[in-house]
């Protein structure tokens, strides 16, 4: 089975300052790895995703993820982050050969003038 | 193309009576899933749909159940509410790479 940690729970950043929310996943097989961004009584939706290929990744809202597999790492950055970015942000994985996906508990960041 | 959409947006029930979720999708995605979400817990799988015709338990399948009507429609069911069921819940389909769409959720209340 395939597990996620999201290392920080809250991230208070101020406007234009850069924000890296980090994530670690345990799998013992190949997987594919998600950010997903979820504003206030809203759904997920999707940011970016890593399925093979170049380790960065890059996604929308000018966000940008690298996969470390030696580290089983997948930490989301955004080097100037603005008020709108204010959300809940979840990483996610899932076996390559799966149908499911486990997500982190979340990362609320919040953005100050 | 409305995506995911679920059905109600909110409910507030009293323990021990029922209702059922509906969730369609227009994405021709095989795959469908049911979710629950709960402060400092993330999203946990309920139930989910590899294709139509199927249905498999997720992480927490109990009190509840589920049905694919048809490649677009996978309602969720409880049948006896209870107040540890006051979630949020959230339908989503899944492509074969399991990138996974979401609606925008049924608030419920369980008083």
């Known amino acids: 089975a395939q597990s996620v940690t999201q290392l920080d729970s809250q991230v208070p950043v101020f406007e234009e300052a850069p924000v890296e929310l980090r994530c670690n996943y345990s799998s013992s097989v190949s997987v594919y790895l998600f950010w997903y961004v979820q504003y206030p009584n809203q759904g997920l939706q999707l940011l970016l995703k890593?399925?093979?290929?170049?380790?960065l990744v890059k996604g929308i809202n000018g966000f940008e993820a690298e996969f470390n597999k030696s580290q089983t790492s997948f930490h989301l950055r955004k080097p100037s982050v603005h008020i709108s970015d204010t959300a809940e942000y979840f990483c996610a994985v899932s076996a390559r050969n799966d149908y499911k996906l486990s997500f982190g508990a979340g990362t609320t960041v919040t953005v100050r003038a | 193309n409305a995506g995911v959409t679920q059905t109600p947006k909110f409910q507030v029930l009293k323990t021990g009576q029922s209702m059922t979720l509906q969730c369609a999708q227009d994405m021709n995605h095989n795959s469908m899933y049911w979710y629950r979400q709960d402060p400092g817990m993330g999203l946990r799988l309920i139930y989910y749909?590899?294709?139509?015709?199927?249905?498999d338990k997720g992480e927490v399948p109990n009190g509840y159940n589920v049905s694919r009507l048809n490649k677009r429609e996978f309602s969720l069911r409880l049948e006896s509410a209870a107040p540890s069921q006051t979630s949020v819940y959230f339908c989503?389909?899944?492509?074969?790479?399991?990138?996974?769409?979401f609606g925008p959720g049924t608030r419920l209340t369980v008083l």
């Open positions: 989503a389909g899944g492509t074969s790479w399991n990138e996974q769409f």
């Open positions: 749909s590899a294709s139509e015709g199927t249905t």
């Open positions: 890593y399925l093979s290929g170049s380790t």
